[in-house]
């Protein structure tokens, strides 16, 4: 077999690593804070490209992840809530921890520390699947339910990311899921391709909430440099068979990264940081401030389960 999962240590970062020998891709997990993704790379002559921008030591991690939420499991909201504040089934509620704009953003899982429940090899793929009781621990979202997330390494450069949602309340509950990876190809984002399968997008206000209008554009439907184009915006993805919902190239090292997400992620949300060095592409299976404003938002009944995928594909072309 080709592949290998292993524990590292690393700058006080406790990993979960697995290995594919054959193309010598590697991605790491970080059960500690929200399982996130800490680690997609691909060796390319002597060095090895690090695609995912994660942070530098537990120190890092500490200071940084309630404020970038970089690789972050984004549940049971995504993106924004406005003003923390939403009301579900006759009771108002506001969480407590707020953004610099006063919005409450990117859910509230992003530091719970997951459980491993299963590692395995075969001869195509190995997988990790790791999980989280959420028990009411938050009062502005006074629901108990059960988050599994697996991450699978498949031939060919594809990781494979799913998430399975189940309601353990006796009522109803609100959902939405989503990830918030920084992607970085090497160089700076102006340099690279992008393009991704929308042609609307939501309009939102100053503090990026959804105002109910939508905005046509097909500016990056077929491939095109980015160059100063700044991203901060939520499209709506069309449904493609077989083809990716988007695409991030470096024409310099020749590297793509392609995204596969199931019908269940129909939001894409893309952010580019001040720094132009990395590229946040999210996908969402609801709107921004979706408890508000009901865009894509998912209402689990009692003892229902819902899972999400995505795909991520490595090469170089």
Not at 132 to 161: D, Q, S
Not at 190 to 209: G, P, V, Y
Not at 247 to 265: I, M, R, T, W
Request: charged share 25%; glycine share 6%; aromatic share 12%.
């Amino acid at each position: 077999m080709s592949f290998t999962i292993t524990r590292e240590r690393d700058e006080d970062l406790d990993l979960l690593q697995i290995t594919d020998f054959a193309t010598g891709i590697q991605v790491r997990i970080l059960p500690q804070a929200g399982a996130l993704l800490h680690e997609f790379s691909i060796p390319l002559g002597n060095r090895r490209i690090q695609v995912v921008d994660n942070y530098n030591n537990l120190a890092d991690l500490k200071k940084n992840l309630s404020s970038s939420f970089k690789s972050a499991k984004l549940s049971p909201f995504v993106c924004r809530i406005s003003e923390g504040k939403y009301k579900f089934e006759g009771s108002s509620f506001e969480f407590p921890d707020k953004f610099n704009d006063g919005s409450s953003i990117h859910g509230i899982l992003s530091d719970k520390p997951f459980t491993v429940l299963e590692k395995k090899i075969q001869e195509d793929q190995a997988f990790i699947l790791l999980e989280y009781h959420y028990k009411k621990e938050n009062h502005a979202y006074p629901f108990e339910y059960l988050i599994k997330v697996k991450y699978t390494l498949k031939k060919g450069g594809r990781l494979y990311l799913e998430t399975i949602v189940k309601n353990l309340s006796p009522g109803r509950i609100p959902m939405a899921d989503g990830w918030h990876p920084y992607f970085t190809l090497e160089g700076e984002v102006n340099d690279w391709l992008l393009s991704f399968r929308s042609r609307k997008n939501l309009a939102f206000d100053e503090k990026l909430i959804p105002v109910g209008d939508i905005i046509e554009t097909d500016a990056f439907y077929l491939p095109r440099l980015i160059g100063k184009e700044s991203f901060d915006h939520c499209f709506l993805l069309e449904a493609v068979n077989g083809l990716p919902a988007a695409v991030l190239e470096n024409p310099a090292n020749g590297l793509h990264l392609s995204f596969y997400p199931d019908k269940n992620y129909p939001y894409l949300q893309i952010y580019t940081p001040d720094n132009r060095r990395t590229i946040a592409i999210e996908n969402l299976s609801s709107a921004p401030d979706c408890f508000n404003n009901g865009l894509g938002l998912l209402i689990l009944e009692p003892g229902d389960s819902k899972s999400f995928s995505v795909l991520y594909q490595l090469e170089f072309r």
